[in-house]
């Protein structure tokens, strides 16, 4: 892709996944419509599920995946030492996702559960942040492809990235959706952060929150209109906990 | 003949999650071949205990991001089987058109994504943007189409939102069944112009003899539900799973292994082919025919050529299913059903073979105990094990440690693993 009939210089990407199921980076290669052009636009230099090049100079780290073992720990900082800007992609990188409700039991019980009497090393689940410093969240299960094209199209033109500071709820009303809070669900939406085009409520299904808090978020009416609707205070802080996104509001409360 | 080589590959590339290749050759002698599973386990069998049972569809599509509607559909296949929910069906043809749209999307993934590379020698789809054009545009095609028919009918791809217990939260609406109808029947062609491509191309000569695993015909090619079957001549109900699939742990592998009969078995697109190629559409038996591939195929390489089988077979009965929805009402798309203690099974053709989800559900609608069996933890012994065969064989015949090298990568890859989904 020319500008002005001049090539601009490709900025070098790689895409990692730690602790996850990869469908965030599979979205990359999702959004087939664009998908070309955006390579146009990139240089994928290390991006192993996709690639067997595996370059190191990349500027650019894409970050899938919550941390849990110790092996993860050093190979992120590697990463880390090397990437000029690094992006936590998803709800697992930003939050911990879906991981992180392992956190609630012992380890042993976990390992045992699962493997019986082999010997696995696992470590608590962590967000990225949590290890090393991060540059830029893009969260989401999975995250939206177009939004990320976007943000990476706003790093490499050196654009501000911006997400909007509203709940889903806005973008859910705009769709003109039958509210499925109304319908008896426990809901997130109010109080989540849209990007998402509010795409469960949409299919009539309530908002599990993985793109966690809106701007000021407004715990407390919705708290008191799924109470008046009969939902229990272990239902919501279930769905809360979903993704371990909202553990700030989980804390404030217990 | 060759004295001595060490093949170490670590994170094999183009798979989905991470493993390791470790090959040792000393005096002409095979003295270790190994497929090594390190992904880093994330508990998921635990993580269920206690969870509402509603829940357990949405968490258990988190397992995997490449067929998440698979997983979805196991769980909630195990959970109505233990509340004895009876879904409609018209959200059962739905769900399986769902379905079909992830095996065409997941199928086009691999071949031309995973695997193609290798026999066009590069290192991923990317330079074939610009050497293989017109290949790479079927690609793209076929692949959104199946992503479109899932996102139609389940909201989303990749953790679907509107298939829920009981059937479905929202229908489509004919007239969009319509439009994917006209797209499937437009991309017959490119599946026939993908099989002449491929059949430029060489797929390596490998035999090891093996067991195949997959669900048994009723009348139709089997994707949802039913007995299990194997080429060994086994034949099981659904609820009798763990006999079919004898897991046990290895200390090289966070993923499980498993066995049948023999020492390993294969689950899969060939698996299925293998066990069930009677009830294919007479054009995907004939795009098996053109490269030769007839039932019982012991060739693990040739999976490449049964999903490309397969995906031609699930466009076509798409295209039946929706005929039949367009006659129907399109209402009645969930059935209500009571909160009931008790165990369901829940066995699903995925992409990749035969998923097993099980659960124990108690009176109050949670979860108490959960086991998910996946396909790539059913293949990791027939992986290992064809491994050392293929090794020997190609050592005998002289190769160099790189041609062996890529041998050994384009076998673990022609299983299309899935490897964080069996270490979930």
Redesign the interface.
């Known amino acids: 892709m020319k500008y002005l009939g001049i090539q601009p210089q490709k900025i070098k990407i790689g895409v990692f996944d730690f602790t996850c199921c990869e469908g965030c980076q599979l979205q990359l290669a999702n959004k087939e419509d664009s998908l070309i052009d955006f390579l146009s636009l990139v240089e994928v230099i290390n991006f192993r599920e996709v690639s067997s090049a595996r370059g190191q100079d990349y500027e650019i780290a894409l970050i899938e995946g919550s941390i849990s073992r110790s092996d993860e720990v050093e190979r992120l900082k590697k990463i880390r030492a090397k990437a000029k800007v690094l992006v936590a992609l998803g709800t697992c990188a930003c939050y911990g996702g879906v991981n992180s409700l392992k956190n609630k039991y012992p380890l042993d019980d976990v390992v045992k559960t699962v493997y019986g009497g082999l010997k696995v090393e696992t470590l608590p689940v962590r967000r990225v942040s949590e290890v090393v410093k991060v540059d830029l969240e893009i969260p989401g299960c999975p995250v939206s492809k177009s939004e990320v094209e976007h943000i990476v199209v706003s790093l490499v033109t050196g654009d501000q990235v911006k997400f909007p500071k509203y709940p889903v709820c806005v973008e859910c009303k705009q769709k003109l959706n039958t509210c499925v809070v109304d319908l008896g669900q426990i809901c997130l939406g109010p109080i989540t952060r849209a990007g998402c085009g509010a795409v469960c409520t949409t299919g009539k299904t309530s908002c599990l929150g993985c793109r966690g808090p809106a701007e000021a978020p407004n715990y407390g009416p919705l708290f008191e209109v799924l109470h008046d609707n009969g939902h229990t205070d272990s239902a919501i802080r279930e769905r809360l906990g979903f993704y371990n996104a909202f553990s700030e509001v989980l804390k404030n409360e217990s | 003949m060759k004295v001595s080589m060490n093949i170490d590959v670590h ?1 094999l ?5 991470h493993g390791n290749i470790h090959v040792k050759v000393a005096d002409g002698k095979l003295v270790e071949a190994k497929w090594e599973v390190v992904e ?4 998921f ?3 269920l ?1 206690g ?2 049972h509603e ?1 357990a569809p ?2 258990t599509s ?5 067929c ?1 509607i698979g997983h979805t559909l196991a769980s909630l296949r195990a959970i109505e089987r233990a509340m004895h929910v009876e879904v409609p069906p018209t959200p059962q043809q739905l769900r399986l058109l769902a379905k079909h749209g992830e095996t065409l999307a997941s199928h086009c ?1 691999h071949i031309f ?2 695997a193609a ?1 290798d026999l066009l020698n590069v ?4 330079p074939l ?1 610009q050497s293989h054009p017109a290949i ?1 545009n079927i690609a ?2 076929l ?2 189409l199946g ?1 479109d028919m899932c996102d139609l009918i ?9 298939i ?1 217990v009981g059937g479905l ?2 229908a489509p609406e004919k007239k969009q069944l319509q439009a994917i109808r006209q797209r499937i029947q437009d991309c017959l062609g490119d599946i026939e112009t993908t099989a002449k491509v491929f059949k430029t191309l060489s797929l390596p000569d490998f035999v090891r003899e093996t067991e195949f695993v997959s669900l048994k015909a009723d009348g139709s090619y089997p994707w949802i539900g039913g007995d299990l079957i194997s080429t060994d001549g086994v034949v099981k109900p659904e609820d009798e799973y763990l006999a079919m699939t004898n897991e046990y ?1 290895v ?1 090289f592998s ?1 993923s499980k292994h498993a066995k049948l009969s023999r020492n390993s078995f294969a689950v899969g697109a060939l698996a299925r082919f293998n066990n069930n190629y009677a009830f294919l559409y007479k054009q995907a038996k004939e795009t098996a025919d053109a490269f030769g591939l007839v039932p019982v195929n012991h060739n693990p390489y040739m999976n490449n050529i049964a999903q490309l089988v397969e995906s031609q077979h699930v466009m076509l009965e798409s295209i039946d299913i929706i005929d039949e929805l367009l006659d129907s009402p399109l209402t009645d798309i969930r059935a209500p059903y009571k909160v009931v203690a008790g165990e369901g099974v829940g066995a699903v053709e995925v992409p990749r073979g035969i998923l097993y989800h099980n659960y124990i559900i108690d009176d109050k609608g949670a979860i108490t105990k959960a086991n998910c069996i996946i396909p790539t933890t059913q293949n990791n012994a027939n992986i290992h094990y064809d491994l050392a065969d293929l090794v020997k064989q190609e050592v005998k015949l002289g190769r160099t440690d790189g041609e062996i090298t890529k041998l050994c990568e384009m076998l673990v890859r022609a299983y299309d693993p899935c490897i ?2 069996s270490v979930h």
């Open positions: 994170h590339t183009r798979v989905e999650g880093t386990p994330r508990f069998e635990a993580i205990r969870k509402p829940l949405f968490l988190r397992i995997c991001g490449i998440s993934l994504f995973l590379p290192d991923s789809v990317i943007t790479v793209l095609r692949k959104s992503n389940a909201g989303r791809t990749t953790h679907p939102v509107s829920v939260s929202k742990t200390d966070t964080s989904c």
